[in-house]
């Protein structure tokens, strides 16, 4: 289904081994649920590929619009962590993340896994990767085992600001992107068959200098209806 709003938040980590099953209990139970907790969030997912060295988990928030992820609101939140956060956070490692622009959202329904491929374009490249953003996007949900495409264009300007949360991960490396897309599918099997074709899609269609891929399966889902 297409993602809700006209923005998102996504985020690719590690966690440090020892704080791994600490981390999904306070992500799922306490982390989560704050951030659908904030005006404007609605909707939030959690990925994982069990199998990766690098960036192993994945996780997006869409929001009603990029204003969102500057709020006071949201502010509040990430310079005030709680003390199961003060404690999670240190442990977050390889970090890249960046709130975006969604520039074209198309599918119907959900699948069990997502693929994320980052891109690195440069502004040129950028502006026809918005021009033809929902022509790729209805191209990629056609393909077989995909039920929705979903392309943004990163606002890291949104994202960079430092707050207290931000300080906790000093140590973790914060790596930005120009364009993301992401691809739902209705498993990683299928996903792993079609990503190849998305690349091939993007290389035609835009100058990309370098990309990045993953594919993850859902191991939780928020909606802001949940923590009302």
Not at 110 to 124: C, V
Not at 154 to 173: F, V
Not at 204 to 225: C, F, M, N, R
Request: some cysteine; hydrophobic content about 40%.
């Amino acid at each position: 289904m297409p993602l809700k709003g006209r923005a998102f938040m996504a985020i690719w980590h590690d966690i440090e081994a020892s704080g791994e099953a600490e981390y999904s209990d306070w992500h799922t139970r306490q982390h989560m649920p704050e951030r659908l907790g904030v005006p404007g969030f609605l909707a939030g997912r959690r990925g994982v590929d069990w199998n990766l060295v690098h960036q192993r988990w994945f996780t997006l928030y869409e929001t009603r619009t990029l204003e969102v992820l500057s709020s006071d609101d949201y502010r509040a939140r990430l310079n005030n962590p709680t003390h199961w956060s003060n404690r999670v956070q240190p442990n977050f490692r390889n970090f890249a993340r960046s709130a975006c622009i969604l520039s074209a959202s198309v599918g119907r329904g959900m699948g069990g896994a997502m693929a994320t491929i980052r891109l690195a374009m440069g502004k040129e490249a950028l502006a026809g990767f918005e021009a033809i953003a929902d022509r790729l996007a209805h191209r990629i949900a056609l393909l077989d085992g995909v039920c929705g495409a979903h392309l943004g264009v990163a606002a890291p300007q949104t994202t960079r600001i430092r707050t207290r949360e931000s300080e906790l991960r000093a140590s973790t490396g914060e790596d930005v992107f120009d364009a993301v897309v992401l691809v739902d599918g209705v498993g990683r099997r299928e996903l792993t068959r079609v990503v190849p074709d998305v690349q091939e899609l993007l290389h035609t269609a835009l100058t990309v200098t370098s990309h990045e891929d993953g594919i993850y399966d859902l191991a939780y889902l928020l909606t802001a209806e949940d923590v009302e």
